[in-house]
């Protein structure tokens, strides 16, 4: 099993470029996130699905939007990038409560 | 919300010393987690600890939920257990989700 992929793993962007990144699981989760981890500052939460075809806001959704494709597929979109949105961005998914899998991360760095 | 609060934001130890991760939460909580970090950036869940006494090897948990603080214990650190510590709090429901502190650092020389 691949467990939940990501991609890109890097990106550079321009400051105003838009971009999408993605993340999917094989898992048959019901839940997936969207998580940033910057430095000193933990892992905070932009968006979560809890379910197939309801997505709701976290700590820090402006500037993101998701798109809950279908059970496997949970994507985070940033219309003008900005350089507070230079990050290591972390998708997880999991089947209830527990048993969070995360995956590789994505980092990303806006100029 | 919720505030999760760790501590000490660093630590750094000697192979196989002893060592003390401390979590507190502001609200009552019913679904409380940590994770490690390794220094590649992979997550791993390490225990699921609402209330009570877990122990996986080294490792053990407590969470104290009347008081709101949850404790780590690593014992006999190695250098494999270096990375970020985190705290992770949130609901009982399927779907609600996590919160995490700012993690503690560990870093173990031989």
């Known amino acids: 099993n691949a467990g939940v992929t990501q991609t890109p793993k890097f990106q550079v962007l321009k400051t105003g470029q838009s971009m999408t990144l993605q993340c999917a699981q094989d898992m048959n989760h019901n839940s997936m996130y969207w998580y940033r981890q910057d430095p000193g500052m933990g892992l905070r939460l932009i968006y979560y699905?809890?379910?197939?075809?309801?997505?709701d806001k976290g700590e820090v959704p402006n500037g993101y939007n998701v798109s809950r494709l279908n059970k496997r597929e949970f994507s985070l979109r940033l219309e003008s990038a900005a350089p507070s949105q230079t990050s290591v961005y972390f998708c997880a998914s999991a089947p209830g409560v527990i048993g969070y899998t995360f995956g590789s991360g994505t980092r990303l760095t806006v100029v | 919300g919720i505030q999760v609060e760790q501590s000490p934001p660093d630590l750094i130890l000697q192979e196989g010393a002893n060592s003390t991760l401390r979590c507190n939460f502001s609200?009552?909580?019913?679904?409380l987690q940590w994770f490690h970090q390794n220094p590649w950036g992979q997550l791993i869940n390490l225990f699921y600890?609402?209330?009570g006494t877990k122990q996986n090897g080294r490792l053990s948990a407590t969470t104290v939920a009347t008081e709101r603080y949850s404790l780590l214990y690593i014992s006999s650190s190695q250098t494999t257990d270096s990375g970020v510590y985190f705290c992770a709090v949130g609901g009982a429901q399927a779907g609600t989700a996590l919160i995490f502190g700012k993690g503690t650092t560990l870093s173990v020389s031989s």
């Open positions: 609200d009552s909580v019913n679904n």
């Open positions: 699905s809890a379910s197939e075809g309801t997505t």
């Open positions: 600890i609402p209330s």
